[in-house]
T-cell receptor, first 114, second 114 residues
Framework: AQSVSQHNHHVILSEAASLELGCNYS??????LFWYVQYPGQHLQLLLK??????LVKGIKGFEAEFIKSKFSFNLRKPSVQWSDTAEYFC????????????FGGGTRVLVKP | GAGVSQSPRYKVAKRGQDVALRCDPI?????LFWYQQALGQGPEFLTY????????KSGLPSDRFFAERPEGSVSTLKIQRTQQEDSAVYLC????????????FGPGTRLTVT
C-alpha cells in the first residue's frame, strides 16, 4: 500500500527564516501531489498541487514545492516565513492507479516566532 | 455556499450510541469523500462517491460505518454502536469530476465517544 512520510513532526523557527518541509512517498507509478495547510482553528486548505509538467510548483503565499521523481519526494519551501505561517502542513499523494483517494502524511506543525 | 459545510461541528456520544454526520459539498462538485483524522495524525480515507454512487468504500474500518448520498448532493456518514476508538475528526471533501483528486475540505466534525 502507498504511504507518505513527513520527516519532521514539529518545526520552530523565527520570522524571516527559510522553511523546508520534507515529504516522501512510496509509489512508483503516476502520482498527483498536494500540500495542504491548516491554520489554527481553520480547516484544511489547498496550498499547492502538482499534476504534470514543470516539477517546480508555485503556490499561494509565497510557497513552492519541487517534485523530484527519482527521489519520490515533494518538498515544500518558503524563502522567508512570517508569523502568519504558523500552521500544520500536510503532504498528500494521489496514486492514479489506486483510485481517486488522497493518502496523507502525518503532518508537520510549524511554529514561527515573531 | 462557497465551501464544504459539515454538521454538527462537535458531537459527544456515549459508547454504543448511533451517530449521523452530515456533509454539504460545494455546489456542482460531483465527487465527495469522507476521511477520518485521529488526534496527531493525517487524514485517512474512508469512502468516495461520484454523484450518488459509492465507488470506493475500502477505507471504512468496520461494518458499523455506513455512508450514503442518495441524491448525489448531501452525504451522511453513520456510525452505529460507537466505540471509543471512533473518536476522531471526520472530514468531508468534494471535487469536480474533471479533477476528482483535487479535493476541497470542510471544517470537519469532531466526534468524542465517552
Amino acid at each position: 500500500a502507498q504511504s507518505v512520510s513527513q520527516h519532521n513532526h514539529h518545526v520552530i523557527l523565527s520570522e524571516a527564516a527559510s522553511l523546508e518541509l520534507g515529504c516522501n512517498y512510496s509509489y512508483g507509478g503516476t502520482v498527483n501531489l498536494f500540500w495542504y495547510v491548516q491554520y489554527p482553528g481553520q480547516h484544511l486548505q489547498l496550498l499547492l498541487k502538482y499534476f504534470s509538467g514543470d516539477p517546480l510548483v508555485k503556490g499561494i503565499k509565497g510557497f513552492e514545492a519541487e517534485f523530484i521523481k527519482s527521489k519520490f519526494s515533494f518538498n515544500l519551501r518558503k524563502p522567508s516565513v512570517q508569523w502568519s505561517d504558523t500552521a500544520e502542513y500536510f503532504c498528500a499523494v494521489n496514486a492514479q492507479a489506486a483510485g481517486n483517494k488522497l493518502t496523507f502524511g502525518g503532518g508537520t506543525r510549524v511554529l514561527v516566532k515573531p | 455556499g462557497a465551501g464544504v459545510s459539515q454538521s454538527p461541528r462537535y458531537k459527544v456520544a456515549k459508547r454504543g450510541q448511533d451517530v449521523a454526520l452530515r456533509c454539504d459539498p460545494i455546489s456542482g462538485h460531483v465527487s465527495l469523500f469522507w476521511y477520518q483524522q485521529a488526534l496527531g495524525q493525517g487524514p485517512e480515507f474512508l469512502t468516495y462517491f461520484q454523484n450518488e454512487a459509492q465507488l470506493d468504500k475500502s477505507g471504512l474500518p468496520s461494518d458499523r460505518f455506513f455512508a450514503e448520498r442518495p441524491e448525489g448532493s448531501v452525504s451522511t456518514l453513520k456510525i452505529q454502536r460507537t466505540q471509543q476508538e471512533d473518536s476522531a475528526v471526520y472530514l468531508c471533501a468534494s471535487s469536480l469530476g474533471s479533477r476528482v483528486y483535487e479535493q476541497y475540505f470542510g471544517p470537519g466534525t469532531r466526534l468524542t465517544v465517552t
